[in-house]
């Protein structure tokens, strides 16, 4: 099985090409395949300038970075340089500079090639060249058909009925696979926190500790943002997900108030307020107010009797059933991820049963 994905790069690509060209990535540099650049990732990126320079397109874009990987233990880095020059042969026509280098440092084996944005023949760009026209006839539609065509070729499995579109990481696709989304994971270890923790900045603190990566910055308008560090160490340019994006509960207002009401130190404030008595010596305007402040003590009355509630007991009460909320709020918050999490699971077997 081989899942691929292909990202812009905008900036930085000494920075890129320094990084999938790591010894300690590549058993050394032996695992490392160039087309038209050199093997030095330095020289490499000022090849790749020299071609952008004459190139017609205006672009922002300077490098695109294409990630393949395999499922466990499926094949050798060695094959996997070959299998990843014939991928690149065949999406790449020998029209563009490209940097390959095969990772073994994961459990599973995964190629990175950078190649140059800019055709060697013509001088356009990528995108005008591969990436116009029909949805199933761009790039990254292109690279997952050519790659499982490869796989097939050199006896490797591949993904059978992909979801359309531009593709998953081999992390995403295992999490999936096992019936939980990275999101739904997120979620779950986010909870988890939120139940052991004293304060808000004790939830900031013990996010750390538990591999959650967290941004806040209360001055913002999108104050709150996690990733896991898993995430982050299988996809080194994978993206902060936005509490509003994991729901009503992850909001930053909701996790304080999740956090308060757990230890049962939210206070209780009414939303119908008791006038107050002005000072006049209007009568009539002050045997208004006093009718109107009795009506709702006589409604707060009947409420409490219904309840079997004293008046002596009422903030005591009233504190009792807001923090039941709360911990209702959070067993709601846990069943909604149970249930993403079966339906990720249902999907799987849905598809295992086809198959």
């Known amino acids: 099985m081989a899942a691929t994905k292909i990202i812009e790069i905008k900036q930085t690509v000494g920075h890129a090409l320094r990084y999938i060209a790591d010894p300690e990535k590549t058993e050394n540099s032996r695992n490392i395949l160039t087309c038209m650049c ?17 190139g017609t397109g205006q672009s922002s874009v300077l490098a695109q970075h294409m990630i393949i990987s395999f499922a466990l233990g499926e094949i050798t880095p060695e094959k996997a340089l070959i299998v990843g020059g014939k991928i690149c042969e065949k999406l790449l026509s020998n029209e563009y500079q490209y940097y390959l280098a095969v990772h073994d440092d994961k459990s599973h084996v995964h190629i990175h090639v950078i190649f140059n944005n800019t055709n060697l023949i013509n001088g356009k760009t990528f995108q005008t060249l591969c990436n116009q026209g029909k949805v199933s006839e761009r790039a990254w539609n292109k690279l997952r058909n050519i790659t499982d065509e490869v796989c097939r070729e050199h006896g490797l499995s591949v993904i059978e009925n992909p979801e359309q579109h531009k593709g998953k990481s081999h992390w995403e696709w295992q999490m999936n696979r096992e019936g939980l989304s990275w999101k739904a994971k997120l979620k779950f270890a ?98 208004a107010i006093d009718r109107g402040n009795m009506k709702i003590a006589s409604i707060a009355k009947n409420i409490l009797t219904q309840y079997g509630v004293s008046s002596e007991n009422m903030r005591s009460a009233a504190m009792q059933a807001y923090a039941q909320r709360g911990k209702l709020s959070a067993e709601l918050n846990r069943l909604q991820t149970e249930i993403e999490d079966s339906k990720a699971v249902l999907k799987v077997l849905k598809r295992y049963h086809k198959v």
Not at 38 to 54: L, R, V, Y
Not at 220 to 232: G, S, T, V, W
Not at 269 to 286: D, L, S
Request: proline letters at 4%; a positive charge.
């Open 190 to 287: 986010i909870d988890k926190v939120v139940e052991q923790s004293e304060s808000w900045e004790d939830f900031l603190r013990r996010c750390a500790e538990n591999r959650i990566l967290v941004q806040y910055n209360p001055e913002h308008k999108i104050d709150l943002k996690f990733m896991l560090a898993e995430q982050r160490e299988h996809n080194p340019r994978a993206k902060f997900t936005r509490a509003k994006t994991l729901g009503y509960f992850h909001e930053t207002a909701q996790m304080k108030s999740r956090i308060k009401m757990r230890k049962g130190t939210i206070t209780y404030t009414p939303k119908t307020q008791i006038r107050q008595t002005p000072q006049t010596e209007n009568k009539f305007i002050q045997d």
């Open 38 to 54: 050199s093997h030095d990732p330095n020289k490499a990126a000022e090849d790749f300038a020299d071609i952008t320079a004459t």
